[in-house]
């Protein structure tokens, strides 16, 4: 069965730190693609990184980047010199075999200034 | 600027009761889908449908139906309201497999 796992409800950084939040998936497809989106306190959901199971190279958007460790199915987001602004909760997702996607619980994150 | 829409954003309703969400894109996507969102367990989909007159149920479906009459619009039934039905719900669409747009949501409550 298809699954990810967030095992962090709630991390704590400092203002400009790196902070990496955790995400391992299951599945049993070959193909198939990681993402995380982030949930700021509005309420709506903003993706942020994608990675595709075949892609060789972390995947990369600004401040984020994506920690793909396939051996160990673990697909880890990295938030380089955190912001007040990042304060939010984060979503990690995985898609295969068509286009339905399935969503960890999600660990919320809080940047202390 | 191409957009999904989601209404109403806040909706109270009664048990029992039959309550329609709405949500429209403009995208032009062939995929869309309905999320509930509820604290520790992320995202759960409901229905999907990959293209006009096709939908398909998801892991959390019982107590829900959608139809696609067409390309913008994937309307949410609760055919019959329960508590255990209040949530939030996500509307998303999609193209190509790599990523979601996601409406704003909308925030039901069953009393």
């Known amino acids: 069965a298809q699954k990810i796992t967030q095992t962090q409800p709630g991390m704590f950084v400092q203002e400009k730190e790196a902070v990496t939040l955790d995400c391992t998936y299951d599945?049993?497809?070959?193909?198939?693609?990681l993402f995380w989106y982030k949930q700021p306190s509005s309420g709506e959901m903003i993706f942020l990184i994608y990675q595709g199971s075949y892609d060789e190279q972390n995947a990369t958007e600004g401040r984020y980047s994506l920690n793909f460790q396939k051996a160990r199915k673990s697909a880890n987001l990295v938030i380089s010199a955190s912001q007040l602004g990042d304060s939010a909760m984060y979503f990690c997702?995985?898609?295969?075999?068509?286009?339905?996607?399935?969503f960890g619980a999600g660990t919320r994150l809080f940047v202390k200034a | 600027d191409a957009e999904i829409t989601q209404s109403p954003r806040h909706k109270i309703t009664e048990t029992g009761r039959q309550v329609t969400l709405a949500c429209h894109q403009t995208?032009?996507?062939?995929?869309m889908f309905w999320y509930r969102q509820d604290l520790g367990h992320g995202l759960r989909l409901i229905h999907y449908?990959?293209?006009?007159?096709?939908?398909n149920k998801g892991e959390v479906s019982d107590g829900y139906s959608v139809s696609r009459s067409n390309t913008e619009d994937l309307p949410l039934t609760l055919e019959s309201a329960a508590s255990s039905q209040t949530s939030v719900y996500f509307c998303a669409s999609s193209e190509t497999g790599t990523r979601k747009t996601f409406g704003s949501g909308t925030r039901l409550t069953v009393v």
């Open positions: 599945t049993s497809d070959q193909s198939y693609g």
């Open positions: 995208w032009n996507h062939n995929n």
């Open positions: 997702a995985m898609i295969s075999g068509g286009f339905k996607t399935i």
């Open positions: 449908s990959y293209g006009v007159q096709d939908t």
